[in-house]
């Protein structure tokens, strides 16, 4: 009866959260309206036809985002990506639909750009609120699922931890099942009292309707056993999910999924793919053209400065490896002049080294593809000749494209490495923006870059003023 009520309730949360979002929806297209036109009436012609092309759009955009799948135990932050993502497709898609079907004018010039601000805001913060009320729920014990484990101890120990306070997520942890052939001494005495007994008694503790859901964490090894206990649970309803030991892997952005029809564990991938692949394109491109309209009399001032104070060209072109190990050539102004077999860097030149300015033209392998406005520094052809074979996973960093900007160099890792640690410390950044990229962190990264370089800007010409008083 319980587990019923579960499931029924399942069907209601996705039923309210499509009406919460049609309301939503066209709650918002209302509010534009009335925002362009000045009218406290209801839809004319034209708006009313662009808002149900919009929410039948929206429509399938969410089916493809999968919007309305089962989001119990996973991070708010995945939910909103997925909705939010599918709303703005959503909108990008209008606009030519428009296009066809009338005149651009017909709907008023800020009309579209209100309704997006506005969906977006009303879809984000509905969903926050429901975490925030479903979390109260599932800490009172209400709207729960309830979990039984199988293991044989080892990985098995953190999983039971960790599920027995996992009741906020929805998950309320029953017990295990003990799958060891003898007692090893390893159990801590609170596990020993969630122990259920041998696997034996599993079956029969399952179809009583004493848990919801069967979690297995067996080592790979053990695929007799997994299949003797899937053959013991083949008349009961409860969910089984298997929980393999990947721990003891070098992981970067792992997950499930498929390929050719075939169920995979992706034990290291890239994130830039399908719709995080068409979202970083769409933030790089839109910032570096930005960036380049703003900047362009910084660029003209700095390419002065390079053209009196060095002979030869305005760029240096060194050759950096890219995303997937491609090479490509980089744009930055020439901070050196040839001298005497080496590089003499000119007082200018360490001036835009310092303050980071000599890889503004890097916008321009932006725009071209090449580069990323945040990802991993690229380094120099002699650094990954030097680490890739002494520092392990040093090739994983090469899974985005790099970037202008990064995870590591707002901590302070933009500096020439001196030693293999200086290296490792470096990757460790650089894999773990890559584990946790979202847009966010994009922005956060690029604010944070602005006022570092600010910073240095200002010390900069700080320090030059006070070396030219001295003189």
């Given at each position: 009866?319980?587990?019923?009520?579960?499931?029924?309730?399942?069907?209601?949360?996705?039923?309210?959260?499509?009406?919460?979002?049609?309301?939503?929806?066209?709650?918002?297209?209302?509010?534009?309206?009335?925002?362009?036109?000045?009218?406290?009436?209801?839809?004319?012609?034209?708006?009313?036809?662009?808002?149900?092309?919009?929410?039948?759009?929206?429509?399938?955009?969410?089916?493809?985002?999968?919007?309305?799948?089962?989001?119990?135990?996973?991070?708010?932050?995945?939910?909103?990506?997925?909705?939010?993502?599918?709303?703005?497709?959503?909108?990008?898609?209008?606009?030519?639909?428009?296009?066809?079907?009338?005149?651009?004018?017909?709907?008023?010039?800020?009309?579209?750009?209100?309704?997006?601000?506005?969906?977006?805001?009303?879809?984000?913060?509905?969903?926050?609120?429901?975490?925030?009320?479903?979390?109260?729920?599932?800490?009172?014990?209400?709207?729960?699922?309830?979990?039984?484990?199988?293991?044989?101890?080892?990985?098995?120990?953190?999983?039971?931890?960790?599920?027995?306070?996992?009741?906020?997520?929805?998950?309320?942890?029953?017990?295990?099942?003990?799958?060891?052939?003898?007692?090893?001494?390893?159990?801590?005495?609170?596990?020993?009292?969630?122990?259920?007994?041998?696997?034996?008694?599993?079956?029969?503790?399952?179809?009583?309707?004493?848990?919801?859901?069967?979690?297995?964490?067996?080592?790979?090894?053990?695929?007799?056993?997994?299949?003797?206990?899937?053959?013991?649970?083949?008349?009961?309803?409860?969910?089984?999910?298997?929980?393999?030991?990947?721990?003891?892997?070098?992981?970067?952005?792992?997950?499930?999924?498929?390929?050719?029809?075939?169920?995979?564990?992706?034990?290291?991938?890239?994130?830039?793919?399908?719709?995080?692949?068409?979202?970083?394109?769409?933030?790089?491109?839109?910032?570096?053209?930005?960036?380049?309209?703003?900047?362009?009399?910084?660029?003209?001032?700095?390419?002065?400065?390079?053209?009196?104070?060095?002979?030869?060209?305005?760029?240096?072109?060194?050759?950096?490896l890219g995303y997937d190990g491609r090479p490509f050539r980089a744009w930055k102004f020439r901070c050196a002049v040839p001298h005497a077999g080496r590089n003499r860097f000119t007082r200018f030149g360490v001036f835009l080294r310092h303050t980071g300015l000599e890889g503004l033209p890097q916008l321009l392998n932006v725009l071209d593809g090449s580069m990323a406005i945040v990802g991993p520094c690229p380094h120099a052809a002699a650094y990954?000749?030097?680490?890739?074979?002494?520092?392990?996973?040093?090739?994983?960093?090469?899974?985005?494209?790099?970037?202008?900007?990064?995870?590591?160099?707002?901590?302070?890792?933009?500096?020439?490495?001196?030693?293999?640690?200086?290296?490792?410390?470096?990757?460790?950044?650089?894999?773990?923006?890559?584990?946790?990229?979202?847009?966010?962190?994009?922005?956060?990264?690029?604010?944070?870059?602005?006022?570092?370089?600010?910073?240095?800007?200002?010390?900069?010409?700080?320090?030059?003023?006070?070396?030219?008083?001295?003189?």
């Amino acid at each position: 009866m319980k587990r019923a009520l579960v499931a029924e309730s399942s069907v209601m949360r996705g039923l309210l959260a499509r009406s919460l979002d049609i309301a939503t929806i066209v709650a918002s297209s209302f509010a534009g309206w009335w925002l362009e036109t000045g009218s406290t009436g209801w839809f004319e012609g034209d708006f009313l036809r662009a808002a149900l092309i919009g929410l039948l759009l929206t429509g399938i955009c969410s089916a493809h985002w999968a919007v309305y799948r089962s989001w119990r135990g996973t991070p708010l932050r995945s939910e909103l990506e997925a909705v939010l993502g599918a709303w703005l497709l959503a909108v990008l898609l209008l606009v030519p639909v428009l296009e066809l079907t009338g005149e651009p004018d017909e709907y008023g010039r800020h009309w579209l750009l209100y309704w997006a601000l506005f969906g977006t805001a009303g879809l984000a913060g509905w969903r926050v609120l429901m975490r925030r009320a479903q979390r109260y729920v599932h800490t009172g014990g209400r709207d729960v699922r309830r979990v039984v484990l199988v293991t044989n101890g080892g990985f098995g120990l953190q999983i039971i931890e960790q599920l027995a306070t996992a009741r906020w997520a929805g998950f309320e942890f029953v017990g295990w099942f003990d799958e060891r052939d003898g007692d090893d001494g390893r159990i801590s005495a609170a596990a020993v009292q969630r122990c259920l007994g041998p696997t034996e008694r599993l079956a029969g503790f399952v179809e009583d309707g004493n848990a919801d859901e069967v979690w297995i964490a067996l080592p790979f090894r053990a695929e007799a056993r997994l299949r003797s206990i899937l053959w013991s649970l083949r008349h009961c309803t409860a969910d089984i999910r298997l929980v393999p030991d990947i721990s003891s892997f070098r992981l970067l952005n792992h997950s499930l999924g498929e390929v050719a029809g075939l169920p995979v564990i992706n034990l290291s991938s890239t994130p830039m793919s399908g719709r995080n692949r068409l979202l970083k394109a769409i933030e790089d491109r839109t910032l570096a053209g930005a960036c380049l309209i703003l900047a362009a009399p910084l660029l003209l001032v700095i390419a002065l400065g390079v053209y009196l104070t060095t002979p030869g060209p305005l760029f240096f072109r060194p050759v950096r490896l890219g995303y997937d190990g491609r090479p490509f050539r980089a744009w930055k102004f020439r901070c050196a002049v040839p001298h005497a077999g080496r590089n003499r860097f000119t007082r200018f030149g360490v001036f835009l080294r310092h303050t980071g300015l000599e890889g503004l033209p890097q916008l321009l392998n932006v725009l071209d593809g090449s580069m990323a406005i945040v990802g991993p520094c690229p380094h120099a052809a002699a650094y990954n000749a030097q680490y890739k074979a002494r520092v392990d996973g040093y090739m994983s960093r090469f899974k985005v494209k790099p970037g202008l900007t990064g995870w590591a160099q707002i901590h302070g890792h933009d500096q020439r490495i001196e030693s293999i640690e200086d290296m490792e410390r470096r990757l460790a950044l650089d894999l773990e923006y890559i584990e946790n990229w979202s847009l966010e962190l994009d922005l956060r990264i690029v604010l944070l870059t602005v006022w570092q370089m600010a910073g240095r800007v200002l010390g900069g010409l700080r320090k030059a003023a006070a070396q030219q008083i001295r003189h």
